[in-house]
């Protein structure tokens, strides 16, 4: 492997602040919700990969990777996901004692959408 593809490396830093929003939540949340944290974010991202991916065959629909080597500015908004996810993961500290599983499943279908372009990314070749 000459280099690390850009979408690998997208899924990557967005799982890092994925499991930091399950740990700000499960830390600063209500108590008792670990578990559901963690298998909302595995769940969630494992089923949003394999029914969007089926979903968009049955359409059709042929979408290109996030990351474009063509296209230098797609980095920079491919970026943003780990940085929302970054910013999410801080509300829990800043509110405590909230019920955070939407927080949590929204970042766990923002994580999907990167490992599916990492995905499309590896069978492009």
Not at 27 to 49: H, I, Q, R, S
Not at 61 to 79: D, G, L, N, Y
Not at 86 to 114: E, K, M, N, S
Request: a positive charge.
């Amino acid at each position: 492997m000459k280099r690390i593809e850009p979408n690998l490396l997208l899924a990557l830093a967005t799982a890092v602040p994925l499991a930091l929003l399950v740990a700000t939540a499960s830390l600063f949340g209500e108590p008792g919700n670990t578990l559901k944290y963690v298998l909302l974010a595995v769940v969630c991202t494992v089923l949003f990969v394999v029914f969007n991916g089926v979903m968009a065959r049955r359409a059709g629909v042929q979408r290109p990777p996030m990351i474009h080597a063509e296209t230098a500015s797609t980095a920079v908004w491919a970026s943003l996901f780990p940085l929302v996810l970054i910013f999410a993961a801080a509300a829990p500290v800043f509110f405590p004692g909230h019920d955070y599983g939407l927080l949590v499943i929204i970042g766990a279908v923002w994580f999907g959408v990167t490992v599916q372009s990492a995905l499309r990314a590896r069978q492009a070749g």
